[in-house]
């Protein structure tokens, strides 16, 4: 890696702690944020910093060009919304759009990296810096979900693999062992206010990666603000996919757990949950 880094930060925790760690490596950041909701403390850390519309592709290119950034870092969620604003777009990400057969996140991310390596930026694999968040199998916190309750998690996983590998989404909620939600373009945290609302206290919702998980296009992680989410909405457990979903902040949410008494569960995919070729 060289001195000169680039991040597209999106929002969440991993922008920042990526651009810290880098910081204490002795790095030079330069930073575009493409959401208003980034992390205020990014500008801190980096030599320059602006703000862009994901659909700028002209710009964020210009960018790292004008700064002469070799190698860049995707990071932090970015919503797909603006996939739907056509007359947002510069021509540059309608040009890159009207190649693709889908425009499923992956598929544009990945048509964005190969734009961004035929300009002579290298898209860094982020693998090293959130391997230390994701879980191992098990209970993460002390209460112990009912019966009932891991039926409905045992339903939600087993569902939430298939739809992962079809670019649907990587969370489901289940209540009774009725399907209440399933995440599309909204994201996690809107798709939870939308289980709470039509569901009411005591439901589950479960979280995973893609059997063909590409790091660099695609990180699932939740954080604190995930897990207030479910608190709000009397959410009965929380079940993540070992070694695919990074949970960040984990300390802050699991306390907030256990006082609110949501169950988190960690566990591997079984033989059966997946749904395609990843």
Known sequence: MGNRVGIIAGTGLFPYLVAKELKNQGKELFVLAVEAEVNPDLASLAERYETVSAGEVARIIHFFQANKIKQALLTGKVSPEWLLKVEKL??????????????????????????????????????????????????????????????DVELAFGLAGKLADLEIGQVVAVKKRVVVAVEALEGTDKMIERA??????GFSVVKVGRSQQKTAVDLPAIGPETVRRLVAGKASCLGLEAGRVAFFGREEALKIAAEAGLAVLVRERNKGEEGGDG
């Open 90 to 151: 510069d021509s540059l990400a309608r040009e890159l759009l009207s190649h693709l057969p889908a425009r499923d996140a992956s598929s544009v991310i990945e048509s964005f990296i190969r734009l961004l390596r035929r300009q002579g930026i290298e898209v860094l694999d982020p693998t090293p810096f959130f391997q230390p968040f994701l879980c191992s199998p098990g209970f993460l916190t002390p209460n112990v979900p009912t019966a009932e309750t891991l039926a």
């Open 196 to 201: 709470a609302a039509m569901a009411g206290p």
